[in-house]
C-alpha cells in the first residue's frame, strides 16, 4: 500500500551525523514548540527535561533506543521518521492509522500506529497529551503483542 499524501518524506542520513542531528532536531522542534500539534481536541506537548546535548528528552526518545536511559543509541529507522510523529497525530483519524488505550502504571496512554509500521504513544494528562515515544515496530514479535492488545481493546472496549 503506498504512503498517504498526508505522511512526510523520510529525512536521509547524508553522511554528516552532526548535521543530521541538527536537521532532525530542527524539525522536531518545529513541529512541536514552534506549533501546536493538537489530538483529540488537547495539544500536544514534548518534554524537554532533561536535556541532553542541547537536545529534550522526548526528542532523544524518539529517535533513540534501549532500555536503560542513560546508554540509548540512536537509530536511523526511527530518526528518519522524526516528521511523521506529528502527521501521525493529526491525521490519526484516517484509516491508516489504528487507535487505542492501555495503562501503564496510573497513566492512560493512547497509541496511534501508522499500518502496524510505526508507533505513536501519548500521555493522557489533564486537558493535554504528553508525546511519550515514537518507533517503527518491524519486529515480529511487536506486532504481534500490538496486534493482540489493539484486538482486546477493540472488543472491549
Known amino acids: 500500500m503506498p504512503d498517504p499524501d498526508w505522511l512526510p518524506d523520510l529525512i536521509i542520513f547524508d553522511g554528516d551525523w552532526h548535521q543530521y542531528i541538527e536537521d532532525i532536531h530542527n524539525r522536531f522542534v518545529e513541529d512541536f514548540s514552534r506549533s501546536h500539534v493538537m489530538y483529540n481536541g488537547c495539544r500536544v506537548t514534548a518534554p524537554r527535561d532533561p536535556e541532553t546535548d542541547g537536545k529534550g528528552k522526548t526528542f532523544w526518545h524518539c529517535v533513540s533506543e534501549g532500555h536503560n536511559e542513560d546508554e540509548r543509541v540512536p537509530e536511523l529507522n526511527r530518526c528518519s521518521r522524526i516528521a511523521w510523529i506529528r502527521s501521525i497525530i493529526e491525521n490519526s483519524h484516517h484509516e491508516q492509522v489504528e487507535v487505542w488505550t492501555n495503562k501503564r502504571g496510573n497513566q492512560k496512554r493512547h497509541l496511534l500506529w501508522f499500518l502496524e509500521e510505526f ?9 493535554y497529551f504528553v508525546l511519550i515515544t515514537a518507533y517503527l515496530t518491524d519486529k515480529d514479535h511487536s506486532k504481534r503483542k500490538f496486534r493482540k492488545e489493539r484486538d482486546a481493546y477493540n472488543q472491549n472496549g
Open 119 to 127: 508507533l505513536v504513544v501519548l500521555g493522557e494528562g489533564k486537558g
